[in-house]
């Protein structure tokens, strides 16, 4: 098992940029692919962005491709999500996940993942 902790939420204008971190141990945590999910008020977890475990394949839901990019430092078991050009919609509560199974590619898919942090605010205020 993996224990994750998220860093770098904050509250934003519209149109600013928040640098979100995910410390990882407890495992090779450069072995497994990770992800980001958010959750905003009264709506379902969603998937935001995901990476493989070397950092050379990755994945974007479509409301943040161009203005989010993922990544990670394995040799600093850090997980890393850029945001830019930040929207009123980007607000709610961002998870870092680790997959439940070592390499692999990139997922989408929440039950991939078994290991989650308790999660960073981003407010956008527009």
């Known amino acids: 098992q993996v224990q994750l902790v998220e860093s770098g939420g904050g509250s934003v204008q519209a149109g600013g940029s928040l640098r979100l971190s995910c410390a990882a141990s407890?495992?090779?945590?450069?072995?497994?692919?990770m992800g980001w999910f958010r959750q905003a008020p009264g709506k379902e977890r969603e998937f935001v962005a995901s990476?493989?475990?070397?950092?050379?394949?990755?994945a974007y839901a479509d409301s943040v491709k161009g203005r989010f990019t993922i990544s990670r430092d394995n040799a600093k078991n850090t997980l890393y999500l850029q945001m830019n050009s930040l929207k009123a919609e980007d607000t709610a509560v961002y998870y870092c996940?680790?997959?439940?199974?070592?390499?692999?590619?990139?997922?989408?898919?929440?039950?991939?993942?078994?290991?989650w942090g308790q999660g960073t605010q981003v407010t956008v205020s527009s």
């Open positions: 996940a680790g997959r439940n199974y070592p390499l692999g590619s990139p997922s989408s898919r929440e039950p991939d993942f078994g290991s």
């Open positions: 407890g495992r090779t945590f450069g072995s497994y692919p």
């Open positions: 990476i493989s475990w070397s950092g050379g394949s990755t």
